[in-house]
Structure formats: structure tokens, C-alpha cells
């Protein structure tokens, strides 16, 4: 197999969005990265083209089945003007992991690091510079075989694009109202809630359309058989701060594992903060908030970094967490991730990848 990516550059380059405000996921750059796999010869032909329309037989299977899976994740300008990925050989890591789940076959990790490395040296201009923004890294794998037979496809298509991102937070931090959602199921243990593919995306609409009517802005999901632990908000994972321990609902099989989740988890162990992976409950949340001990909460993941939640809404039980105001807690986390991520703190952890 060959190793070398071919680049073929794009002679017609598109204006950049405007830096203070860059709406997300509506821009993307000039080139792609592109990977082809057939049963014969495994993933093959790995190329940098210009960021085009693909074609794609109707019959092709991703239309139909929702054999898909993708990942997200961002590169960032430093002050001195280099640019660092974030733990990118976790993505690729989870995107063979989700892959494996819907049957899939693996990319080569390496490869694909080294192709994401070199897609943004040839876009490094659309790296934004403007403290907040970044540029957001959207790998995603899809069936192409032309059959509607259900069975896994023997032809694949893998892609990254690059989307310029604003500020998550352009009016500053603030703390976010949480709908508990009792009724629609976002995964459950032996399905697909650990993977990072389509179906659970869009089944998940209908509940967030839900929390959006009611004035909230994200879903909390409980477990989908007991309806009674906490699993993710939204498609973020989630933290509560107890009495001076922080918790997280443990990786049991319908949660998605955030790479800013385990990130947190090393930064509060190497703090001396006590933090515990386990089943929680809702009521037990809601008790601790009723003994006046649930000091913060907030949701992790890539493009917030840390979404503080102000108020967590469950029917008549309604929780009003820190004042609505972010807590000392997740200031200080947001503030060491964003930091190592943007090149301004030292990276005692190796987590950055320079490109
Ligand atoms: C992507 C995702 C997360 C967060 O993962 P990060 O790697 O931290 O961005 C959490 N939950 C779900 C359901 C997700 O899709």
C-alpha cells in the first residue's frame, strides 16, 4: 500500500469568513483529504483534492443503512503562530473504535495523522488567529457500495474537511439551562452510544426540539432502561461537583468517551482532586442539591471545552446550580484546557501535536 498522498491544489480559493463572526459549521476550506477502500485492495489512494461535491449513486448504502461514523476535533493557532492539534491520535483511535461497531474496516491511524498534519499545512491559512476561533477537523467514513442488500458494504470513502470556528463563547462564559428528557432514549447499553455515528445524531433531535421549545438548551439523557442515571448532555459528557469531589457517570457501555473527558480526569487526579468514575443517579444529584452540596456542574467536549450548566431542569424538581454562575472549579479547567490547547500553558501532558 502506498504511503505517499498525492496533493492536487485548488486553483479557485474561496474568500474567508469573516474573523469576529464565524458562524459554525458553515464554511469549509479549499482542499479535502480523501481515502478510498475496496475489498481487493483494502484503503487505498490517500489525496489531498480540492474541497468539491462528491458523486454518489442513490444506491450507494450510506443513504440507506446509516453505515457512517465520524469524529470531531480542532486545530489551533498559538500566539507565536504555530499550530497544535489536540490529541488527534485519540480521534483516530475512536473512529476505529466506532467503525468497529458498525462494521467498518479500520484505518490505519498513522496514516491518517500524517494526511491530517499535511491537509492543514496546505490550509494553514485558514487556521483562524483570532483568540477563540480555531479551525474545526471533521473526519468521517462512508459506505459507497452501490447495493440496498442489507449487509455491510465493500467499498468505503474516507474524508476530512475543515471548518473555520468562532468563538464558542463570544459574550463570555455563560452557564446553560439543562431539560432532563424522560421519555426518548439517546442509547442504551449494547447499542451504538459508543460509537460516534449518524443514527444517534438524529435521534436525538426530537428531544433537544423538545428542550429548545421549553427555553432550555441542551437535553440531560438518563439511562435507557431505568430512565434514573445519568448519562451525557447533549453530546457532551457530564461532571457534577459533590461536597468537594467531582463525579462522572463511568463508561458503561451507551456513553460516548469525550477526549475532553479523560483530559479532565487526568488534569483533576494530577490537581489531587478527588474525581470518581461511577453509576449516578438523578435523584442522588438531586438530593445533594437539596443538602445545598452540589457546588457545579457542566457538560465537556470539544467545541465547548466546558459548558457550565446554570439550571437542571427535572419536571417539578428544579435545580439552580453555583447562582448561575460558572464555578471555580470549571473556570480553572477551562482555563488550563484552552490554555495548553492554544500553546499560551506549557504541555506538561504531551497532549498537543505541533503540525
Ligand atoms: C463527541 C461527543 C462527546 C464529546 O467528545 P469529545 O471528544 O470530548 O469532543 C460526548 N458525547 C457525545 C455523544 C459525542 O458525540
Known amino acids: 500500500m502506498t504511503r505517499t498522498i498525492e496533493v492536487v491544489h485548488s486553483t479557485n480559493k474561496k474568500p474567508k469568513p469573516n474573523a469576529d463572526n464565524i458562524a459554525f459549521g458553515k464554511y469549509f476550506s479549499d482542499h479535502m483529504f480523501v481515502m478510498d477502500y475496496s475489498e481487493e485492495k483494502g484503503w487505498y489512494d490517500p489525496r489531498i483534492v480540492p ?3 462528491i458523486t454518489l449513486e442513490p444506491s450507494a448504502m450510506i443513504f440507506h443503512y446509516g453505515q ?7 486545530a489551533y493557532r498559538t500566539p507565536d503562530d504555530r499550530i497544535l492539534l489536540f490529541r488527534p ?6 473512529l476505529n473504535l466506532s467503525s468497529e461497531r458498525i462494521s467498518i474496516p479500520a484505518i490505519d491511524e498513522e496514516l491518517a495523522l500524517v494526511a491530517l498534519k499535511k491537509l492543514i499545512e496546505v490550509e494553514k491559512e485558514w487556521v483562524p488567529a483570532l483568540e477563540g476561533n480555531s479551525l474545526y477537523i471533521r473526519p468521517f467514513i462512508i459506505a459507497t457500495e452501490p447495493n440496498i442488500n442489507l449487509t455491510p458494504a465493500n467499498s468505503y470513502q ?3 474537511i475543515l471548518s473555520p470556528v468562532g468563538s464558542y463563547y463570544k459574550e463570555g462564559i455563560k452557564p446553560v439551562g439543562i431539560y432532563v428528557e424522560d421519555e426518548y432514549t439517546r442509547a442504551v447499553k449494547g447499542g451504538t452510544g459508543t460509537a460516534k455515528t449518524a443514527g444517534n445524531y438524529a435521534a436525538a ?4 426540539e423538545r428542550a429548545t421549545e421549553k427555553g432550555y438548551s441542551q437535553v440531560l439523557w438518563l439511562d435507557g432502561v431505568e430512565k434514573k442515571f445519568i448519562e451525557e448532555v447533549g453530546s457532551m459528557n457530564v461532571f457534577f461537583k459533590v461536597n468537594g469531589e467531582v463525579i462522572t457517570p463511568e463508561l458503561n457501555g451507551s456513553i460516548l468517551e469525550g477526549v475532553t473527558r479523560m483530559s479532565i480526569i487526568e488534569l483533576l487526579k494530577d490537581w489531587g482532586v478527588p474525581v470518581i468514575e461511577r453509576r449516578i443517579s438523578l435523584e442522588e444529584i438531586y438530593q445533594a442539591y437539596d443538602r445545598g452540596e452540589l457546588e457545579e456542574a457542566f457538560g465537556t467536549g470539544t467545541a465547548a471545552v466546558i459548558s457550565p450548566v446554570g439550571e437542571l431542569n427535572w419536571g417539578q424538581r428544579n435545580m439552580v446550580i453555583n447562582n448561575r454562575e460558572m464555578g471555580e472549579l470549571s473556570r480553572k479547567l477551562y482555563d488550563t484546557l484552552t490554555g495548553i490547547q492554544t500553546g499560551k500553558i506549557e504541555d506538561r501532558y504531551n497532549w498537543t501535536v505541533e503540525v
Open 68 to 74: 457512517t461514523v465520524f469524529e470531531g476535533l480542532k
Open 158 to 160: 474516507f474524508m476530512m
Open 205 to 208: 433531535y426530537k428531544a433537544q
Open 51 to 53: 474541497y468539491a461535491p
Open 89 to 94: 491520535e485519540k480521534n483516530f483511535r475512536r
